[in-house]
């Protein structure tokens, strides 16, 4: 890069950044994330750039170098950053746990990120995102009854209560209940569940299925 000094070097690092916003549009997200460092290099106070660079990994799922890229987004706005800033912090945990291949660095990363949550839930005790994404986040084996997820997930279809507009989310959530049931021999519950999410998804196969698999 050629050496640039003071505002001549923060308009070359955003000119440079725009380029990167140019292959973003294309899809080209390895050469997106390539002009966004380049104008790190000439302005390392491009702050929104950390982020962008920590989605496009996300997407590329490299989902580590996403957290540093997030992690230093929010160390750079402090103060500043919003409760949006830290829910995508929060959902790139949730990507690295799906990503990781063992239980235990699932649960590394269920750690790690679960104090984002307890912040997300404590800044925002009616929304039902905190726990959506608690549930989500701790979610370690899809094949087995967890008690974590099964609880934040209850608070979900607590918080949402009778609401259509979020009839997806509420869906979500029961099927979740219902398969714990169903794992823990209780069938009247996972039918209480599966009725929940037929409620809203009248043709969702896994509420069909847990209902065979009863006899309902």
Same mark, same amino acid.
């Given at each position: 890069?050629? %050496?640039?000094?003071?505002?001549?070097?923060?308009?070359?690092? $955003?000119?440079?950044?725009?380029?990167?916003?140019? @292959?973003?549009?294309?899809?080209?997200?390895?050469?997106?994330?390539?002009? @966004?460092?380049?104008?790190?290099?000439?302005?390392?106070?491009?702050?929104?750039?950390?982020?962008?660079?920590?989605?496009?990994? $996300? $997407?590329?799922?490299?989902?580590?170098?996403?957290?540093?890229?997030?992690?230093?987004?929010?160390?750079?706005?402090?103060?500043?950053?919003?409760?949006?800033?830290? $829910?995508?912090?929060?959902?790139?945990?949730?990507?690295? %746990?799906?990503?990781?291949?063992?239980?235990?660095?699932?649960?590394?990363?269920?750690?790690?990120?679960?104090?984002?949550?307890?912040?997300?839930?404590?800044?925002?005790?009616?929304?039902?995102?905190?726990?959506? @994404?608690?549930?989500?986040?701790?979610?370690?084996?899809?094949?087995?009854?967890?008690?974590?997820? @099964?609880?934040?997930?209850?608070?979900?279809?607590?918080?949402?209560?009778?609401?259509?507009?979020?009839?997806?989310?509420?869906?979500?959530?029961?099927?979740?209940?219902?398969?714990?049931?169903?794992?823990?021999?209780?069938?009247?519950?996972?039918?209480?569940?599966?009725?929940?999410?037929?409620?809203?998804?009248?043709?969702?196969?896994?509420? %069909?299925?847990?209902?065979?698999?009863?006899?309902?």
């Amino acid at each position: 890069l050629k %050496k640039y000094n003071g505002k001549e070097a923060i308009l070359a690092g $955003r000119a440079i950044a725009c380029q990167g916003d140019a @292959y973003c549009g294309l899809e080209n997200y390895t050469k997106a994330i390539e002009y @966004y460092k380049k104008g790190l290099e000439l302005d390392e106070k491009q702050v929104p750039a950390y982020q962008q660079i920590a989605n496009l990994y $996300r $997407r590329l799922k490299d989902t580590d170098n996403a957290l540093t890229y997030y992690k230093k987004y929010i160390e750079l706005k402090g103060d500043k950053a919003e409760l949006t800033d830290h $829910r995508g912090l929060l959902q790139t945990y949730i990507a690295a %746990k799906n990503n990781a291949t063992t239980i235990e660095e699932k649960r590394a990363f269920a750690e790690q990120g679960d104090p984002i949550g307890e912040l997300i839930t404590t800044e925002k005790p009616d929304s039902y995102q905190g726990p959506l @994404y608690a549930a989500q986040l701790w979610t370690l084996d899809q094949s087995n009854a967890e008690e974590k997820p @099964y609880q934040y997930y209850q608070q979900v279809i607590q918080l949402l209560g009778d609401n259509e507009d979020y009839g997806s989310y509420i869906a979500q959530a029961a099927t979740y209940c219902a398969f714990y049931n169903l794992k823990k021999g209780d069938d009247a519950k996972c039918v209480e569940y599966c009725k929940l999410v037929q409620k809203y998804d009248p043709e969702n196969n896994m509420a %069909k299925q847990f209902l065979q698999i009863i006899g309902q």
